[in-house]
């Protein structure tokens, strides 16, 4: 079994879209950043990459390259996915974290779940993403950005079902 953890926080801004785990959320600030900014599927990707041991998502997904500019997150955590099985591992759950002040997102999880589980090919119950407040402290309380964690459990052996 190999374990990983992931993290990641973007900048609130005007004139952005909000994406979080691959939904398009009705707010008036977004995400600043080189891809769609999904901190959600960034913190995802890292706590993959990082339970492999093969670094973060910056080293595979520069932001100094144009051809990730404004991608969806989504196309990346494919990617990270089948570096998972590439390297002999399933994924054997999923657990996140978002941390945002405003807007509620309850209504979005089940979404943002299934957009994770099927771009991973993941079976119902294999991904849980869950959303608190600071309760006004902090850069997310002030709401200045959204954070989001994440942790992954691997199993050596074929594709999850």
Same mark, same amino acid.
């Given at each position: 079994?190999?374990?990983?953890?992931?993290?990641?926080? /973007?900048? +609130? @801004? *005007? #004139?952005?879209? !909000?994406? !979080?785990?691959?939904? $398009?959320?009705?707010?008036? +600030? =977004?995400?600043? =950043? /080189?891809s769609d900014a999904?901190?959600?599927? /960034?913190?995802?990707?890292?706590? +993959? +990459? %990082?339970?492999?041991?093969l670094g973060d998502i910056g080293k595979h997904f520069p932001d100094a390259d144009a051809a990730y500019k404004d991608?969806?997150?989504? &196309? &990346? !955590? *494919? $990617?990270? =996915?089948?570096? @998972?099985?590439? #390297? %002999?591992?399933?994924? #054997?759950?999923?657990d996140s974290t978002i941390i945002a002040q405003a807007p509620k997102l309850a209504p979005y999880i089940e979404m943002m779940v299934e957009n994770i589980r099927i771009? &991973?090919?993941?079976?119902?119950g294999c991904v849980s993403v869950k959303a608190t407040t600071e309760e006004g402290l902090g850069f997310t309380g002030s709401e200045q950005g959204i954070a989001? #964690?994440?942790a992954v459990s691997l199993l050596k052996g074929e594709k999850s079902r």
């Open positions: 079994m190999r374990i990983g953890i992931g993290y990641d926080v /973007h900048r +609130l @801004v *005007k #004139n952005r879209a !909000l994406i !979080l785990g691959g939904v $398009k959320i009705e707010h008036s +600030l =977004g995400l600043q =950043g /080189h999904d901190v959600l599927v /960034h913190a995802i990707m890292d706590a +993959l +990459l %990082g339970a492999l041991a991608c969806d997150s989504l &196309l &990346l !955590l *494919k $990617k990270v =996915g089948q570096l @998972v099985a590439e #390297n %002999g591992y399933k994924i #054997n759950n999923i771009t &991973l090919d993941l079976s119902r989001a #964690n994440a």
